[in-house]
């Protein structure tokens, strides 16, 4: 099992990672963040394969990855 | 639990200044990583610019100092040529190293010293609101340019990293575009290696990279990164230059 973890808090909502992510894994959350941007989030359910493009691509070094 | 991918330690885990979809964060972040993977982080020495990375040293978990405009490959000689065990490199914008830094640029360039340089060309001046650039597309709309840029009034493209690779104490140039996994994994790639051409005394080593700047562009993140890729690559071509 693959976890991503995104800190909502420090997204930016360039939204770079949801365009790069072979599974289509990466959504936008409802909810605005301090920054008053919604952020990306992992989708419920969604697979991670674990490729890496999102934190690759990410400007500000939001997401982490973990394997179980 | 295995750490697939890990924030590097050369990066502070923190919120940085920089717009949304700025090439700068890419960029910073591959530096911290390749630092990290030399296993320099107490060796190296950073000079940011003056334009947005004036902050750098906010966000680099590691030793760095601060020039004045356009000034890094100046104050990086004296740093190296007085430390020459650390690792030192500057990490300049296009109208810092190719417009009011020309001089020092090239003079450093030609001295041949032994230092690494980033330099982010995004094609506009970014911390001062957009204006043109020397690196600046013909027919580009800039805050100074608002018909776009005419060459007849404000010149060409200047390609600096072809004309430093004409001397002979630069030693390896290469220009990478950070739009892709693909792109910013090669990226890293010569970033890596021109840090470890310090590191073996190999010499001047400048690796150029094309970045996004959705604010001045006036594009979304995902459209600066189309831009790069369908009309500043044609001016700016990849790859190894020498
Ligand atoms: C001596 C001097 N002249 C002019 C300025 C104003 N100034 C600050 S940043 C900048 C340009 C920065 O552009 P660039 O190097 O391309 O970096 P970017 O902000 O795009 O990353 C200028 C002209 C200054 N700070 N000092």
Known sequence: MINVHIDGQRCK???LCIAVCPRKSLGVAAVLNKKGVKPVEFKKGAECIGCRFCATMCPDCCIEIEKE | ME??????????????????????????????????????????????PVGCAVLAYDYWNFDCT?????????????????????VVFTYQGDGDLAAIGTNETIHTANRGENLTVIFIN???????GGQMAPTSLIGQKTATTLKGRDPALQGYPLKI???????????????????????INKARQAVLL???????????SLVEMLSPCPTYWGMS????????????????????IK
């Open chain 2, 122 to 128: 995004n094609a506009v001046y970014g911390m001062t």
């Open chain 2, 66 to 86: 601060e020039a004045a405009h356009g000034r890094a490959l100046a104050v990086a000689t004296a740093i190296k040529r007085v430390r020459p065990d650390n």
């Open chain 2, 3 to 48: 750490k697939i991918y890990a924030h590097p330690q050369s990066l502070y885990n923190v919120s940085s200044h920089y717009c949304a979809g700025c090439g700068h964060g890419i960029a910073h972040r591959l530096v911290a990583e390749a630092v990290d993977e030399l296993g320099i982080r107490e060796k190296v020495i950073a000079i940011a």
């Open chain 2, 161 to 183: 990293s072809e004309l430093l690779a004409q001397l002979p104490g630069v030693k390896y140039v290469e220009r990478v575009a950070l739009i892709s996994p693909a792109e």
């Open chain 1, 13 to 15: 909502g360039c939204y």
């Open chain 2, 194 to 204: 021109a840090l470890r051409n310090q590191i073996e005394g190999v010499g001047f």
């Open chain 2, 221 to 240: 993140a995902q459209a600066a990164m189309g831009w790069i890729k369908e009309t500043m690559i044609k001016e700016f071509p990849l790859g190894r």
